[in-house]
C-alpha cells in the first residue's frame, strides 16, 4: 500500500509554533505530529510513503531520512526553486497541485493511494476504510464526521446523498450558508484516475478545487463517516485541547513517556525538583533535564519541555512549555502555551517576551506574595483553633 502526507503548507494558523517549525512537526508528547502517522500509516501495512515539502522543508527530511526507522520508505517532493546563489526558495503549489508534481516526476500514484494531511493524530482503521472505498467503486472516498454547527467554517463541509456519494463539497462555508455539519478529516482514498484531473502547473487546492470539481462532474464521489479518534491541530487553541485530551488519558493509544514517580506525574531522566512549598497536581510531565525550585506550583494537566527551568513561587496551571524554556520567580502561566520567546493563551493571542512590561512581572510578584500571606495566616488561626 501507498500513502501521501501533506506537508507542505506554512500553518498560518498555529503561528508561532510555524515560525520555527514546520507544522507536522509539532511536537505532542514530545514527538512530532507526523511521527504518529508514519507509525499509523506502517501498522496498517502501508511501506512507501511520498511527503511533499516546502516551509522549512529540511527540518522534516533530516528528522525522518528515509524513513528506515520505521520500517517504511519515505520520499520527499519540494515545492520551490534554488537560485543561481545556492538560496532555496520555497513555493507551496496546492495540495493537488503537490500530488500532480509527484506523479509526472516519476508516477507514484499507480494504484489506489491514501492521503493524509500531516497535522492530526488518528486511529482509523486504514484497512477497512479502503475495503469500503473498493466495495463502493469509489474513484475517490473522503473520511467525514460530524461537528458542532459552530465549528463548520473552519473545515471543508460534505454534502451527500442517502447512499453516501457527496454531490457538493463546501470549503470552510460562512455557518449560515453551510448545507451540512459532516466535514473532511482531511483522509482521502484516491484512484489513479483522480491524478488526471488536477491541471499541470499551476497551483491546485483538493478542498476548494478538486473536490468541487469530482462532484460537479458526478464522478464516483463517496463520503465514509467512520468512528475513530482525531485530533485535529488546525490551530493554537486546537493545539492547547489536544494536549489537555492526550494528558488526561482521554485518547487511549497514546501514553505519556518517563517515569511515573508518583500518582499523575512522569518524569524524564535527571530532573531536579526542590519539594519544599511546592505543589504539583496532575497529570504533568516534566521532561528530562528540568529544574523546578522551591515553592512552585505546577496544576495539570501541564507539559515542560526538557531543559527547561522553574523558579522559585512561579506557578503554571494547565500550559505547555516547550523546552528550555526558563520561568521567572513568582511569574504565573494561566492556559499558555510558551513557544521560545512567545506565549500564547487558549484563545490565540500572542504576545513576545518584549511586550511584557516590568509592571506586569512586579503585579505578578506582588499577587503571589499576597496568596502566600494569606494561606499562612487562615494556617495559623487553623492551627490556634486546633491548639484552644
Known amino acids: 500500500m501507498k500513502a501521501m502526507i501533506l506537508a507542505a503548507g506554512k500553518g498560518t494558523r498555529v503561528r508561532p509554533l510555524t515560525y520555527d517549525l514546520p507544522k507536522p512537526m509539532i511536537p505532542v508528547l514530545g514527538k512530532p505530529v507526523m511521527a504518529y502517522l508514519i507509525e499509523h500509516l506502517a501498522k496498517n501495512g502501508v511501506t512507501e510513503i511520498m511527503v511533499n515539502v516546502s516551509h522549512l522543508h529540511e527540518k522534516i527530511e533530516d ?3 528515509e524513513g528506515e526507522q520505521f ?39 499507480d494504484d489506489t493511494t491514501i492521503v493524509l494531511c500531516g497535522d492530526a493524530l488518528i486511529d482509523l482503521d486504514l484497512k477497512a476504510a479502503l475495503l469500503e472505498h473498493r466495495r463502493k467503486g469509489a474513484m475517490a472516498s473522503v473520511i467525514t464526521r460530524e461537528v458542532p454547527w459552530d465549528k463548520v467554517s473552519s473545515y ?38 483522480v491524478i488526471d484531473l488536477i491541471p499541470s502547473g499551476v497551483e491546485f487546492d483538493i ?9 460537479e462532474k458526478g464522478m464516483p464521489f463517496y463520503a465514509q463517516a467512520r468512528p475513530f479518534n482525531w485530533l485535529d491541530i488546525g490551530s493554537v487553541s486546537d493545539y492547547w485541547e489536544v494536549l489537555q485530551n492526550v494528558l488526561t488519558g482521554e485518547v487511549s493509544h ?32 516534566i521532561g528530562s533535564g528540568v529544574k523546578i525550585e522551591a515553592g512552585s506550583t505546577i496544576i495539570g494537566p501541564t507539559w515542560i519541555g526538557h531543559g527547561s527551568h522553574i523558579c522559585e513561587g512561579a506557578e503554571i496551571i494547565r500550559s505547555v512549555l516547550f523546552e528550555y524554556t526558563r520561568v521567572l520567580n513568582d511569574v504565573t502561566l494561566h492556559e499558555t502555551i510558551v513557544f ?15 511586550e511584557y512590561s516590568s509592571d506586569e512581572w512586579r503585579n505578578a510578584r506582588d499577587r503571589r506574595r499576597t496568596r502566600r500571606k494569606e494561606v499562612a495566616q487562615d494556617t495559623d488561626t487553623t492551627l490556634e483553633k486546633v491548639s484552644a
Open 71 to 109: 520500517g517504511v520508505q519515505i520520499g520527499y517532493s519540494f515545492e520551490g526553486y534554488t537560485k543561481e546563489d545556492g538560496e532555496v526558495v520555497a513555493v507551496p503549489i496546492g495540495s493537488a497541485g503537490g500530488m500532480k508534481k509527484i506523479q509526472e516526476f516519476g508516477g507514484f500514484f
Open 156 to 193: 471543508g463541509v460534505v454534502v451527500t446523498d442517502q447512499n453516501g456519494r457527496i454531490t457538493q463539497f463546501q470549503e470552510k462555508p460562512k455557518q449560515e450558508e453551510a448545507l451540512s455539519n459532516y466535514i473532511s478529516t482531511g483522509i482521502y482514498i484516491f484512484e489513479p484516475e
Open 207 to 215: 478542498g476548494s478545487q478538486l473536490f468541487p470539481l469530482l462532484a
Open 340 to 354: 521560545k520567546d512567545y506565549s500564547i493563551d487558549r484563545s490565540g493571542e500572542m504576545k513576545h517576551s518584549s
Open 63 to 65: 528528522y525522518f531520512g
Open 254 to 285: 497514546m501514553k505519556v513517556p518517563g517515569i511515573q514517580i508518583q500518582p499523575g506525574l512522569w518524569t524524564g531522566l535527571n530532573t531536579s525538583i526542590d519539594w519544599e512549598g511546592t505543589t504539583i497536581q496532575g497529570p504533568v510531565y
